[in-house]
Structures are given as C-alpha cells and as structure tokens.
C-alpha cells in the first residue's frame, strides 16, 4: 500500500469541502467532472491525471468529499446543531450554513480516513481470468469496487461513532420495514418501481457504454473501455442536482454503474473478442440486456439496504455504495469464471 503524503493532506481539504458544500453536492460535482474527462478522452486525450487526482482523489473522490459530508452531518446531529433539528441522515445540506469549524474537521478527518483505507483496499489481490484476449488483454480485472467499498466500511464506524439506532434499525420496525415518516427515495421505494428503474436506466446506461467503446475505441488509442463504462453513472449522479432541489427525480447511479460495468464486460465473451469493430450486433444486444438485469440488482440492493440500516437510522449508510460494493464483487466472479 502507497500513502502520498501531499494526497493524505489534501484528503482533509477534500473531506472539509464535502462537508462544507454538503456530501449529495460534492458527488454531484464528481459526476460533472468525470463527464468532462471522458469526453478528453473521447477526443484522444489523456486525461488520467485530471480523473485520478480531482475526480477520484482529494478534490471530488466520493471516498473523500462524500464520505467527509456524510460523516460531518453525523457528528453534527450528535452534537444538536444541525439546522432545523435535522437527523445526521441529511447529506443534503451545506453545512457551512452552521459555522462551526469542528464540524468541517470531522469532514476533513474522514476524507484522510477513506483516502487511506481505499489505498489499502486496492493494495488486495484481484480476481484475474485465464484468458485475457476477452478482457481487453487483462488479467487481473479487480476485486470489487474499493471506493464503495470504503463508503460503506467507514459508513458504520460512523454510525457507531455518532448514531445511536446501531447497525439495523429494528427497535420500532421490521428489518426490510419502511418506518413512518422515515425514507430515503420515498417515491422510488417500491421493490416494482425500484425494478423498473433499474431495468430502464441501466439498459440506457449499458448501451451508452457500448456505443462509446465502439465509436472511440481508436482514437483513444485502445483505452476508452477503461472509462465508458462509468458514463451513465457519471449522468446519473448529475440528475440528483434536481433531487436537491426537491424534485422527484430517481436515484440510478448504482444502477448504471452495474449495467455498464456488466456490459463492457460480458460483451467480449459474447462476441468471442475484445475488438469493438468486431462485435456483432446479437452480442452488443445481448450485453445491453444483461446490463439492464444488473441494473434490477443494483436497484434491489440499493432499496434492500436502505430499509435495513438508512431509512430507519440516525446516520448515512449509502445504499447505492453497498449496490455498487455488491454488484460489483458478483460481475468479477462471474467474469473471471467465463472468461
């Protein structure tokens, strides 16, 4: 494991700001920027230093910026001077608006916390598959995603540390029960229309993956795969802007994540090659399809977690982070046996 000491600096910097901005907004952010930076390298530039250092580093990393916010307004509603008397489930909210410094230090400590921790995690052996000609020349493809995977590890040590219904929020409610008055997307909470929107917008999300890999695949010298496949999660996550502002707008980036992420790496195995120019349109349908059921999944999970441990909590345990750490983890497995 590499811990860059200007990187664990700038992590408090990026974990305060969270916080300050309010962690729903930072990850907004994260999802605009990751959008310019693929169309970089669409138009043949290489833009991992901007992706790997403000995207997914200090600046905007969702390990980093949300997690501080989300962290922050936990310890806020501990300390009683959230605005309004809200709960610390609110990542909504700047919490600039309360000015007080301890509660940005939380955020900022939390952002070193999940730039560490993430660092370690991806340090992990990695699933790999035994013929990389069907993974773009890969071997190793990962273990699960690690971003996710450090929101919802430091999620509940913030729960523990701040919250007080504990883990799974069952004093008052059954375990996958919706509480009074308690939600987290009440307009999408239904396990059909949950479904429906995983089905739609990870089959959007899948074929956007798809037509990218094949239209840049050249001009990207080779590489745009490593990078479409978080298009409709990056569109996902600048839709919540309306969510913020009391629209009723869906929560789907842990449903296109999934279906892409699904697509991008089914689609070689079903087409029998990692050369976009010769995949077959059965394949790319089929791969499109199978993104959409991932989508179903991430859906699913995302709803199933948000009633056992955020709806009826005191503190934010993401339930897309969990999706995306699960579905995640099951398209590798599945990946590293077919291919």
């Known amino acids: ?129 035994s013929n990389p000609d069907l993974q773009f020349g890969n071997e190793a493809i990962g273990w699960t995603d690690t971003v996710a995977f450090t929101i919802v590890v430091l999620s509940i040590v913030v729960r523990f540390m701040f919250g007080s219904t504990g883990l799974f929020s069952t004093k008052d409610h059954p375990l996958l029960a919706v509480g009074e008055g308690k939600h987290w997307v009440e307009h999408q909470e239904g396990w059909g229309v949950t479904s429906m929107h995983g089905f739609t917008s990870g089959l959007m999300s899948a074929f956007a993956t798809l037509v990218i890999v094949v239209g840049a695949y050249d ?43 699904a697509a991008i790496k089914f689609v070689p195995v079903l087409a029998g090659t990692s050369v976009p120019a010769e995949w077959d349109t059965t394949s790319l349908a089929i791969a499109a399809l199978l993104g959409a059921v991932f989508g179903i999944i991430g859906g699913l999970l995302g709803e199933a977690l948000s009633r056992m441990t955020n709806a009826n909590g005191d503190t934010h345990i993401d339930p897309p982070a969990f999706a995306i750490w699960v579905g995640t983890t099951i398209i590798f497995v599945i990946t590293a046996i077919i291919a």
Do not use: C
């Open 219 to 261: 001009v990207s010298g080779g590489t745009i795969q490593n990078h479409a496949w978080l298009v409709g999660w990056a569109i996902s996550a600048v839709t919540l802007v309306f969510l913020s502002a009391g629209m009723k707008t869906p929560v789907t980036h842990h449903m296109t994540i999934l279906a892409s992420l």
């Open 1 to 129: 494991m590499e811990i860059d000491l200007l990187w664990l600096i700038a992590s408090f910097g990026g974990g305060a700001f969270g916080a300050a901005i309010g962690g729903q907004t930072a990850f907004i952010f994260t999802g605009l920027l990751y959008l310019i930076g693929l169309g970089a390298y669409m138009g043949g530039v290489d833009a991992g230093w901007f992706m790997g250092s403000v995207v997914f580093g200090p600046v905007f990393g969702p390990h980093i910026a949300f997690l501080g916010g989300a962290a922050a307004a936990a310890y806020g509603a501990k300390r009683g001077v959230m605005a309004g008397g809200a709960n610390g489930r609110d990542i909504v909210t700047p919490l600039a608006g309360i000015g007080r410094s301890d509660v940005l230090v939380v955020g900022g400590v939390f952002g070193m916390a999940g730039y560490v921790f993430n660092q370690a995690m991806a340090a992990l052996p990695t699933f790999s598959v």
